[in-house]
């Protein structure tokens, strides 16, 4: 398994529509790997197939918090919410690809996702608490949405410049 470098907002990937994934070849189930091993690593608690520039309909998450949790990882192949909640929660959302940034962001507090687990098989959840959230985090992604996207205009532009500042300093090293 490898650790994976994670594009930063602003970059052009992050902002694309992805494709779907055609079948589960072994270039998939290493990439399903190196996801986990990237979230767990970063530490985060999901992470999307384009934020390691993979432009593909796949995402993984772990959203058991606490420190001595046994860990649940996910992979979830071709994604896609089939039922929301009308309830709606609230959460401060961060992004691996938005470093050290936090916003509340409303979504529906219950989703139920259909997906292609690694084995071929489609399934189907009911996912509430942080774990609808991030699903709902991790799905906007292949769709080139980011949580700034729920955010005020004024807001989201101040969040971009501090990671085009970031990223300058990155690249000087
Ligand atoms: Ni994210």
Redesign the pocket.
Known sequence: MTVRNILIHPDPRLKKVTDPVASVSDDIRRLADDMLETMYDAP?I???AP?VAKMLRMIVMDCEKEEDATPAPMVLINPQVVWSSDERSVYD??????PDQYAEVERPAEVEVEWMSLDGKTQREKFDGLWATCVQ??I??LDGK??IDYLKPLKRQMITRKMQKLKREMARG
Request: aromatic share 6%; net charge negative.
């Open positions: 985060g999901g992470l999307a934020q959302e961060g992004c691996l690809s938005i985090h991790e906007d992604h980011l949580f």
